[in-house]
């Protein structure tokens, strides 16, 4: 069991969203809807798709860096089980549908219990961790 695995495949999302942000910015500017001086400040009127998917990337470094860390914490306590490991992947698949919630179907409650489900497994790690560390 490797919980490095569920911690890579999340480190290339977030490479991928990160691209898809940049294209998104790129495209704005190209057509026209945002001026290349917003960049400078990113005051003023920006069009709704490009503040949704730059706002989708900032979530990458909130919760999802508390859940590295509990990967690297349940790797560094010896912790790594078949329960850890499956709550990693739970973690990536919730955040993998929290970016298709947020950017396709838009729907902020559905939305939140995506982003619930993703703490909960966060905070699992950290139990099964306290639990590995206490024998």
């Given at each position: 069991m490797i919980i490095a695995f569920p911690m890579a495949v999340y480190v290339f999302?977030?490479?991928l969203i990160g691209i898809f942000n940049f294209l998104t910015?790129?495209?704005s500017a190209k057509t026209g809807k945002v001026?290349?001086?917003y960049f400078q400040t990113y005051e003023g009127a920006a069009p709704d798709t490009m503040v949704m998917v730059?706002?989708?990337y900032d979530n990458q470094f909130q919760v999802p860096m508390l859940f590295l860390i509990s990967c690297l914490a349940t790797y560094n306590f010896?912790?790594?089980n078949g329960f850890a490991v499956g709550l990693a992947w739970v973690f990536v698949g919730s955040r993998v549908l929290h970016t298709y919630v947020h950017l396709k179907v838009k729907n902020?409650?559905?939305r939140a219990r995506v982003y619930a489900l993703g703490l909960l497994c966060v905070v699992?790690?950290?139990i099964n961790?306290?639990?590995h560390a206490a024998n």
């Open positions: 999302y977030i490479f910015r790129v495209q001026r290349l001086s730059g706002r989708h010896h912790a790594v902020v409650l559905l699992a790690l950290w961790i306290l639990v």
